[in-house]
């Protein structure tokens, strides 16, 4: 391990040489390296062919020979002994070496929530290691009171033992505190060191006994966890009130309670060398296709990252690699109800440790603008409500393009509607005008986002008094600028999938720009690579413009039609399901 070096600040000094001043006092100020990017690279090999006279009997005398900086460089540069202990994985016998173990592994006695006690159980020496926040006092305590009536005797025949019968006397040793002292529910053996400090980071504790070489794992953990309230992205007027939160086992054991089917399969891994990010894959093993579950399986396990903070969003783009396309590969949902509904339908899922919000895959660009509140009202209701968010998506895309092309070439306009178009032109053009209006409505979305909730109502008037209405009144804009352009704002708001809405924001954009400039041919060429781009982009295999291109009839007609739930008899094809019935026969 290299030693790192600590950039220290150079005093200016007037009237007088700054080199000839620190011989006179005998100092040197130590010269960084810099590369061509202006980090800080290591210069040690440049030091040691310095002489430096002061450093032994500076060391010898017990001082320091740069001060600040050389026990800085003490307290980073690691011993042999150091090196060796960082690298030991076994669990030693004696607690001395295993506590040094651990002061150079996980930080003992440097990090205050790294917590090692140590108590004594019917004569036998017993340490505990946990991490303090994660440690649940409850569990813990049960625990340490049956403890408390452990007797003596395994100790006394320890003592009376032969050579022989050490391996079965810690054998019987660690079996007696797994199966009859611990009273837990969870509790496994492990022999290696690392598998204890994995088990305690993830909110677990270990039970380490001197003079054995294994330890107890007790999966006692209490993690910092909101209530599983209504997502705000996904309200509805009827239904479950209740979402997925940070906790990765409080969200499976959500999907859990609402599929009972023993074949719904939950395979645990982990990402991220240094986060050791849980991951949790979730399909229905009859249902879901195989092949998919294995491409999924085997995208996780060639993550190689040091790690995911970020949760589910660092894992979209490590597994799918969509690069620079702007438009969702995958489908985020905060509900535990809209998760099963596609896990029955043949669909995989992917949760990831602390984030609400599972991935469903594979899906289409289809998947993303259905809500669940068409589901929950009659299907008619719901099919209403589907057309009216179908037009408004389409408004979001296409509505500010065509009104430009109509008042930039006012010939294509048919008959009848001769009343669109500005009365009178304002001071700035009007793709500046759109331009400005577009990037202001990202502005206040924004705004809107870090304004607490008691100031966003004033942010809003503001918005809309003053400055909307004052820019119109002004001649700076027109007035249909703003209409259209709030229709199509309501039309992105009302886009279920927040990713779809932005990536349609950034569509329509684009769209605009090509008709300002190329008038129709603009609009017309615009258009169509939109659709070819989105008809070339696959989500693990499957056609994202699914069923249009290529085209199958039937699922069309589910997708504009909401169907009524008994008529429903079959899966969707895209997932290739492998059991495509939805209402088996006896």
């Given at each position: 391990?290299?030693?790192?070096?600590?950039?220290?600040?150079?005093?200016?000094?007037?009237?007088?040489?700054?080199?000839?001043?620190?011989?006179?006092?005998?100092?040197?100020?130590?010269?960084?390296?810099?590369?061509?990017?202006?980090?800080?690279?290591?210069?040690?090999?440049?030091?040691?062919?310095?002489?430096?006279?002061?450093?032994?009997?500076?060391?010898?005398?017990?001082?320091?020979?740069?001060?600040?900086?050389?026990?800085?460089?003490?307290?980073?540069?690691?011993?042999?002994?150091?090196?060796?202990?960082?690298?030991?994985?076994?669990?030693?016998?004696?607690?001395?070496?295993?506590?040094?173990?651990?002061?150079?592994?996980?930080?003992?006695?440097?990090?205050?929530?790294?917590?090692?006690?140590?108590?004594?159980?019917?004569?036998?020496?017993?340490?505990?290691?946990?991490?303090?926040?994660?440690?649940?006092?409850?569990?813990?305590?049960?625990?340490?009171?049956?403890?408390?009536?452990?007797?003596?005797?395994?100790?006394?025949?320890?003592?009376t033992a032969g050579q022989g019968d050490r391996g079965k006397e810690q054998s019987d040793v660690i079996a007696l505190f797994e199966q009859a002292l611990i009273p837990h529910i969870q509790v496994t053996k492990t022999k290696k060191l690392k598998e204890?400090?994995?088990?305690?980071?993830?909110?677990?504790?270990?039970?380490?006994?001197?003079?054995?070489?294994?330890?107890?794992?007790?999966?006692?953990?209490?993690?910092?966890?909101?209530?599983?309230?209504?997502?705000?992205?996904?309200?509805?007027?009827?239904?479950?009130?209740?979402?997925?939160?940070?906790?990765?086992?409080?969200?499976?054991?959500?999907?859990?309670?609402?599929?009972?089917?023993?074949?719904?399969?939950?395979?645990?891994?982990?990402?991220?060398?240094?986060?050791?990010?849980?991951?949790?894959?979730?399909?229905?093993?009859?249902?879901?296709?195989?092949?998919?579950?294995?491409?999924?399986?085997?995208?996780?396990?060639?993550?190689?990252?040091?790690?995911?903070?970020?949760?589910?969003?660092?894992?979209?783009?490590?597994?799918?690699?969509?690069?620079?396309?702007?438009?969702?590969?995958?489908?985020?949902?905060?509900?535990?109800?809209?998760?099963?509904?596609?896990?029955?339908?043949?669909?995989?899922?992917?949760?990831?440790?602390?984030?609400?919000?599972?991935?469903?895959?594979?899906?289409?660009?289809?998947?993303?603008?259905?809500?669940?509140?068409?589901?929950?009202q009659t299907p008619l209701t719901g099919t209403y409500l589907r057309w009216v968010r179908f037009f408004g998506i389409a408004a979001s895309l296409f509505l500010l393009p065509l009104w430009m092309l109509m008042v930039i070439a006012p010939e294509l306009?048919?008959?009848?509607?001769?009343?669109?178009?500005?009365?009178?032109?304002?001071?700035?053009?009007?793709?500046?005008?759109?331009?400005?209006?577009?990037?202001?409505?990202?502005?206040?979305?924004?705004?809107?986002?870090?304004?607490?909730?008691?100031?966003?109502?004033?942010?809003?008037?503001?918005?809309?008094?003053?400055?909307?209405?004052?820019?119109?009144?002004?001649?700076?804009?027109?007035?249909?600028?703003?209409?259209?352009?709030?229709?199509?704002?309501?039309?992105?708001?009302?886009?279920?999938?927040?990713?779809?809405?932005?990536?349609?924001?950034?569509?329509?954009?684009?769209?605009?720009?090509?008709?300002?400039?190329?008038?129709?041919?603009?609009?017309v060429i615009g258009s169509t690579l939109l659709v070819l781009m989105l008809a070339l982009q696959r989500s693990y295999n499957t056609p994202y413009l699914w069923p249009v291109i290529p085209f199958n009839g039937k699922a069309l007609a589910d997708i504009?039609?909401?169907?009524?739930?008994?008529?429903?008899?079959?899966?969707?094809?895209?997932?290739?399901?492998?059991?495509?019935?939805?209402?088996?026969?006896?």
């Open positions: 391990m290299k030693p790192y070096k600590r950039a220290k600040l150079l005093r200016v000094r007037t009237g007088s040489d700054p080199e000839k001043e620190d011989r006179q006092n005998g100092k040197s100020e130590e010269k960084l390296a810099i590369d061509s990017e202006g980090n800080i690279i290591d210069n040690s090999e440049t030091e040691s062919e310095m002489p430096q006279p002061h450093i032994e009997s500076e060391a010898s005398s017990g001082g320091s020979p740069k001060g600040e900086s050389g026990s800085f460089h003490q307290e980073w540069t690691l011993t042999e002994e150091e090196r060796e202990l960082m690298k030991d994985t076994s669990i030693s016998k004696d607690f001395g070496r295993l506590k040094r173990q651990l002061e150079e592994q996980v930080g003992l006695n440097k990090s205050f929530d790294v917590v090692f006690r140590e108590m004594v159980f019917g004569g036998q020496n017993t340490g505990i290691f946990y991490y303090n926040g994660f440690a649940k006092d409850t569990v813990l305590t049960d625990i340490l009171v049956r403890l408390s009536y452990a007797d003596q005797r395994h100790q006394d025949d320890g003592h204890a400090i994995d088990h305690a980071a993830i909110g677990g504790t270990a039970f380490f006994f001197e003079g054995y070489e294994e330890a107890v794992l007790v999966d006692a953990k209490s993690f910092p966890v909101r209530s599983t309230e209504e997502p705000d992205l996904e309200r509805v007027v009827r239904g479950s009130r209740d979402g997925f939160v940070e906790t990765l086992l409080t969200n499976v054991t959500l999907v859990r309670r609402r599929i009972r089917d023993p074949r719904l399969k939950l395979e645990i891994t982990q990402a991220g060398k240094r986060t050791q990010t849980d991951i949790c894959i979730g399909y229905i093993q009859d249902i879901c296709d195989k092949n998919l579950v294995e491409a999924v399986r085997d995208k996780i396990q060639q993550v190689d990252v040091d790690g995911m903070p970020l949760a589910e969003k660092q894992l979209e783009e490590a597994i799918i690699g969509k690069g620079w396309n702007p438009y969702p590969m995958v489908r985020f949902s905060e509900r535990p109800d809209v998760v099963s509904a596609h896990l029955l339908e043949g669909h995989l899922i992917v949760f990831v440790d602390t984030s609400p919000s599972v991935m469903i895959l594979p899906t289409t660009f289809f998947h993303h603008v259905q809500h669940a509140e068409e589901y929950r306009k048919p008959a009848g509607l001769d009343f669109i178009g500005p009365q009178k032109e304002g001071k700035i053009p009007l793709l500046g005008q759109f331009l400005i209006a577009e990037f202001g409505l990202d502005l206040m979305r924004m705004a809107a986002i870090h304004t607490p909730t008691p100031l966003a109502t004033a942010m809003g008037l503001v918005a809309a008094i003053l400055i909307g209405d004052v820019a119109v009144k002004s001649g700076l804009f027109v007035n249909e600028v703003i209409l259209y352009l709030a229709v199509a704002a309501v039309g992105t708001f009302a886009t279920p999938s927040y990713e779809l809405s932005l990536a349609n924001r950034l569509a329509r954009l684009g769209l605009l720009l090509a008709t300002a400039v190329f008038k129709v041919p603009g609009l504009i039609i909401r169907r009524p739930f008994m008529s429903m008899k079959t899966r969707l094809s895209i997932t290739k399901p492998t059991d495509r019935t939805r209402q088996p026969q006896p």
